[in-house]
């Protein structure tokens, strides 16, 4: 497969091409690759697979949703609890799971994402302005009142260690 094959709008010449060979690398058979044996977390994750597939192969067929997800979230916990992708499926467990259930909507994810940084960012700003007001002799009550925010925020945001960032 080439790279420029994924592209939306296809090329005649791409100026630079990328050619990828894929391989199987998931449960017990990629554990026996090369770079799967280099790679922790390539052997990790052949480890989690082989979870997933011996627990899909207890599920009765077809089955339910609710035995899907069930099945899913124990493989999760058996691999956390033998310490494989602990970290990430700590993190990204229900993202993990609704994967296989086929549940997860990438563009609603990536949508998710971009609204909490947006109000992350817009918190810090507000914090930010708030704090510049106190310096500049504004008064707490005054701070609170334009920037709709209570005097016990204002007051938690301004007594707040300012910190540094490169």
Request: charge should be negative.
């Amino acid at each position: 497969m080439k790279l420029s094959d994924a592209f939306l709008e296809p090329q005649k010449d791409p100026l630079c091409e990328l050619k990828v060979k894929f391989t199987k690398i998931n449960g017990k058979e990629g554990e026996s690759l090369p770079v799967v044996k280099k790679c922790d977390i390539l052997k990790q994750y052949c480890e989690f697979m082989d979870i997933i597939f011996r627990h899909q192969a207890q599920m009765k067929s077809p089955p339910t949703t609710n035995e899907m997800q069930g099945c899913y979230e124990k493989a999760i916990h058996e691999a956390i609890s033998k310490g494989i992708l602990v970290d990430y499926l700590n993190r990204k467990g229900t993202e993990v799971m609704n994967m296989f259930v086929g549940e997860y909507d990438y563009d609603l994810d990536m949508k998710v994402k971009y609204e909490e940084a947006y109000e992350e960012a817009s918190l810090k700003k507000a914090a930010e302005d708030a704090r510049n007001f106190y310096e500049n002799g504004v008064s707490i009550e005054i701070i609170a009142k334009s920037m709709h925010m209570t005097e016990e925020q204002v007051r938690e945001i301004v007594n707040e260690p300012v910190t540094v960032q490169d």
